[in-house]
Structure formats: structure tokens, C-alpha cells
């Protein structure tokens, strides 16, 4: 199981990014997908997640609701996440994950991550 993400850089107080991430693996399944980030000495936190089911359901973390987008692609098994109005309390490493199917539902695997520095 593999799961790449890429798009990281250093950006400006009110510039977009846009992070991509791709699974892959022999036996990677999935029922969805989130991103996840670590600001320098806190916790990591939940971004963002997308759910296959229902044709794509998006879901967010109050902080970045109505700044943040992301889309996914059941086929691939990726996701974007479109990064707007950049702020630089969202300066952190981004993590990709796989959230698990039935019963459990939740993420169990994250990838390597990219770090997004916004400076102000």
C-alpha cells in the first residue's frame, strides 16, 4: 500500500495551492480518502475526507470550511485538495490517508507528507 502526495510549497497569506494524492498497492481498497496536516509542535488534525459512496461526499474540518475543496477519483484513487485564501496558521506538513471500508470506517494508513509554508 502506497499513497503519494505532492503539491507542497511556500506561498503567500491569501495564495492557492492545490495538493494531489494518488494510492496504490496490490491490495489497496479504500472507502474513501482524506487529508490530514501537523503544524510544527501540534497535534495532527483532520483536513478533509472523500467518500466514494453516493457518487462523492466531501467532508470538512471547520477551519478550512469554504476555503478548502476537495474532489476525488474513485478509479484512481485519488484525491485533490484546492487550497484558497491560504492563511499562515495553515502552514504544516499535509498528510494523505485511506479510510477503511465496513465496520470500522476509519483511517488507518497515511503516506508520506508534503509540507505547505505560508508565509505572511
Known amino acids: 500500500v502506497q499513497l503519494q502526495a505532492s503539491g507542497g510549497g511556500l506561498v503567500q497569506t491569501g495564495d492557492s495551492l492545490t495538493l494531489s494524492c494518488a494510492g496504490s498497492?496490490?491490495?489497496?481498497?479504500?472507502?474513501?480518502l482524506g487529508w490530514f496536516r501537523q503544524a510544527p509542535g501540534k497535534e495532527r488534525e483532520f483536513v478533509a475526507g472523500?467518500?466514494?459512496?453516493?457518487?462523492?461526499?466531501?467532508y470538512y474540518a471547520d477551519p478550512v470550511k469554504g476555503r478548502f475543496a476537495i474532489s476525488g477519483d474513485r478509479a484512481k484513487n485519488a484525491v485533490s485538495l484546492q487550497m484558497n485564501s491560504l492563511k499562515p496558521e495553515d502552514t504544516a506538513i499535509y498528510f494523505c490517508a485511506r479510510r477503511t471500508g465496513p465496520p470500522t470506517y476509519e483511517y488507518d494508513y497515511w503516506g508520506q507528507g508534503t509540507l505547505v509554508t505560508v508565509s505572511s
Open positions: 472523500y467518500r466514494w459512496s453516493g457518487g462523492g461526499v466531501a
Open positions: 498497492g496490490r491490495t489497496f481498497s479504500s472507502s474513501g
